[in-house]
């Protein structure tokens, strides 16, 4: 199995587990925040998303699917138009609602095929490519996508923990 197929096999993960927490949740779910330091699903599947779209087109040279196909203007958001999430209060938290989770799984699926498609398109040797000279050491593009998958399984894995305990409340 070579690289790639591994990291697609990884993102195709992240795909699953957005749509396994999403399905069937209503606005009051998505935006449910058992205190005000806690994230909601909505944001946390936003987030994993933004951060997904953000790394993958800067380390590719692509455009954001969040700019180039209109999701910025979807989601309406009171938000910087690049805004990923990071570093974000619970005001800010707060300020990222959606009307109902296809809106959330729409922009994961732009993302996600997106992704697939640069993923397709990797060498072996493209994975030693430095994207970030900001680090020691610099950020090599297999790094890259190793802290991102890493990164958007935790967010899914929280979003799914907080789903759960969701669900256990209203039983």
């Given at each position: 199995?070579?690289?790639?197929?591994?990291?697609i096999?990884?993102?195709?993960?992240?795909?699953?587990?957005?749509?396994?927490?999403?399905?069937?949740?209503?606005?009051?779910?998505?935006?449910?925040?058992?205190?005000?330091?806690?994230?909601?699903?909505?944001?946390?599947?936003w987030?994993?998303?933004?951060?997904?779209?953000?790394?993958?087109a800067?380390?590719?040279?692509?455009?954001?699917?969040?700019?180039?196909?209109?999701?910025?203007?979807?989601?309406?958001?009171?938000?910087?138009?690049?805004?990923?999430g990071?570093?974000?209060?619970?005001?800010?938290?707060?300020?990222?609602?959606?009307?109902?989770g296809?809106?959330l799984?729409?922009?994961?699926?732009?993302v996600?095929?997106?992704?697939?498609?640069?993923?397709?398109?990797?060498?072996?040797?493209?994975l030693?490519?430095?994207?970030?000279?900001?680090?020691?050491?610099?950020?090599?593009?297999?790094?890259?996508?190793?802290?991102?998958?890493?990164?958007?399984?935790?967010h899914?894995?929280?979003?799914a923990?907080?789903?759960?305990?969701?669900?256990?409340?209203?039983?």
């Amino acid at each position: 199995m070579h690289a790639k197929d591994i990291l697609i096999d990884g993102f195709s993960r992240i795909q699953d587990e957005v749509h396994a927490v999403v399905e069937g949740l209503g606005p009051d779910d998505l935006h449910a925040r058992p205190a005000t330091d806690v994230n909601s699903v909505a944001w946390l599947v936003w987030h994993l998303t933004r951060v997904q779209d953000d790394h993958i087109a800067d380390a590719f040279g692509l455009d954001q699917v969040w700019l180039t196909q209109d999701w910025e203007k979807r989601f309406g958001l009171d938000l910087p138009r690049h805004d990923t999430g990071y570093g974000h209060t619970p005001a800010k938290v707060a300020k990222v609602r959606v009307p109902d989770g296809g809106l959330l799984t729409g922009y994961y699926d732009a993302v996600h095929t997106q992704s697939l498609t640069a993923l397709r398109g990797l060498a072996a040797a493209d994975l030693e490519r430095v994207v970030d000279v900001r680090w020691d050491p610099p950020v090599t593009l297999g790094v890259r996508l190793v802290s991102v998958l890493s990164d958007d399984l935790q967010h899914a894995g929280q979003a799914a923990y907080l789903r759960g305990l969701l669900q256990s409340a209203d039983a």
